[in-house]
C-alpha cells in the first residue's frame, strides 16, 4: 500500500462543473504538496500547506491534519483545467523527502 | 516557464552509451533534486542537494551518478543503463529544503 493515495485516480467532468479530487496519506508529515503536470511533462506547484485551507483563483486546496486528508477543488472548471493532479506529502521524519501520490488524470469536456 | 531548465528535452542511447543530463536554474535557490517518472508510477525522488552537497540518496543505482557544481546548476550522469531506465526525469529547485519546489520541464529518457 502506497504511503499516499489518491482518489479518483481518473474524473471526466463537463466544464463548469465543481471537482474534487482527494488525498489521503499513512504517515506523518511536515507539508503537503498540490501539483499539477501538463502533457509533455511540465510540472507546477500549485499548493504547499500544513494546516487549514488556501485559495488560489479557481483552486482550494484544504487539509486536516488529524484526519492525514487533503482536497483539491476546482471551481468552475475550464477545459484547459485538464491535466494531472499529484499530491506529495513531506516526511516529517528522515531526510528531506516528498513522497508522491499516483495522480489523478483530469478531463474537463467543453 | 519556472525558471528551471533542463537539457537535452529528449535523449535516446544504448546501453552502452554515457551520457548527461542538465539543470539549470538562476532563481538563486539553494536546494536541487532529481526526480524520475516512469510510465503509471508516481514520481520518485532520486537526490536532493542542498548548497551544493547530497543531503539525500534514495537507493539510487550506481549508473546513475549526480554532480552539483553551484548552486545553479545540477547534472545527472548517466552510463550502462538498463531499459527500464527509460523515463521522464525531472530537476526541481527550492529557496531551501523544505519550501516550494519549481519543476523544469523534465528530459524524456529512452534506452534502447
Known amino acids: 500500500k502506497n504511503e499516499v493515495e489518491q482518489s479518483p485516480q481518473n474524473l471526466t467532468a463537463q466544464e463548469g462543473e465543481f471537482i474534487t479530487i482527494n488525498c489521503s496519506y499513512s504517515?506523518?508529515?511536515?507539508?503537503l504538496h498540490w501539483l499539477q503536470q501538463h502533457p509533455g511533462g511540465g510540472i507546477v506547484s500549485l499548493f504547499m500547506l500544513s494546516s487549514g485551507k488556501k485559495k488560489h483563483g479557481r483552486l482550494i486546496a484544504t487539509i486536516n491534519i488529524q484526519e492525514k486528508h487533503s482536497s483539491l477543488h476546482i471551481t468552475a472548471s475550464h477545459p484547459r483545467d485538464s491535466a494531472v493532479y499529484i499530491c506529495a506529502v513531506l516526511l516529517i521524519q528522515g531526510a528531506q523527502k516528498l513522497v508522491f501520490g499516483q495522480g489523478t488524470r483530469l478531463t474537463i469536456n467543453p | 516557464e519556472t525558471g528551471v531548465t533542463q537539457t537535452p528535452r529528449h535523449l535516446v542511447m544504448g546501453m552502452t552509451n554515457k551520457k548527461s543530463l542538465k539543470c539549470e536554474q538562476h532563481?538563486?535557490?539553494?536546494?536541487m533534486y532529481w526526480y524520475k517518472q516512469s510510465a503509471k508510477k508516481p514520481l520518485e525522488l532520486m537526490f536532493v542537494?542542498?548548497?551544493?552537497?547530497?543531503?539525500e540518496n534514495n537507493s539510487v543505482p550506481s549508473r546513475f551518478s549526480p554532480e552539483c557544481p553551484n548552486s545553479s546548476h545540477l547534472f545527472l550522469h548517466l552510463h550502462t543503463l538498463q531499459p527500464e531506465d527509460s523515463a521522464l526525469y525531472l530537476c526541481?529547485?527550492?529557496?531551501?529544503?523544505?519550501?516550494?519546489?519549481?519543476f523544469g520541464p523534465g528530459t524524456r529518457l529512452l534506452v534502447l
Open positions: 532563481l538563486g535557490h539553494n536546494a
Open positions: 504517515v506523518g508529515i511536515s507539508a
Open positions: 542537494y542542498s548548497l551544493e552537497e547530497r543531503v
Open positions: 526541481a529547485s527550492s529557496l531551501q529544503i523544505k519550501e516550494t519546489q519549481y
